[in-house]
């Protein structure tokens, strides 16, 4: 059974946009933050943003900061990933993961989140 799956990505230019989305089900969504991490080909797994219950827990990896934006909707049990002024660098599979919130700011090893998804693949390419 799938608790989380993530849709949204796709093939886009240089300088352009995607809003990920990652759908939970089947787990207190309300409790749990949600991490988005990355992995690109030949690379290690790499945290992208991290968001607990509420938006005021946010933090982001420093090659994002200042481009991506991660919010979440607990009505409709769904974390998001707003990914503008996209570079070729940020091409990779990415992937949502959720852990009960410990209201504390910051990714945690990835041994700690409960639930993953599938993975959606972003292409930054002209």
């Known amino acids: 059974q799938l608790r989380l799956v993530e849709s949204g990505g796709g093939l886009v230019q240089p300088g352009g946009s995607l809003r990920l989305s990652c759908a939970a089900s089947?787990?207190?969504?309300?409790?749990?933050?949600i991490a988005w991490f990355r992995q690109a080909p030949g690379k290690e797994l790499e945290g992208v943003s991290y968001?607990?219950?509420?938006?005021?827990?946010?933090y982001y990896g420093d090659s994002v900061k200042g481009r991506f934006t991660a919010s979440r909707d607990n009505a409709k049990n769904t974390g998001y990933l707003q990914m503008n002024s996209l570079k070729s660098e940020d091409t990779a599979v990415y992937y949502c993961?959720?852990?009960?919130?410990?209201?504390?700011?910051?990714?945690?090893?990835?041994?700690?989140?409960?639930?993953w998804g599938q993975g959606t693949q972003v292409a930054v390419s002209s």
């Open positions: 089947g787990f207190p969504f309300d409790k749990y933050s």
């Open positions: 993961a959720a852990r009960p919130d410990d209201y504390a700011v910051g990714f945690r090893p990835v041994g700690e989140y409960d639930y």
């Open positions: 968001i607990g219950t509420t938006d005021g827990y946010l």
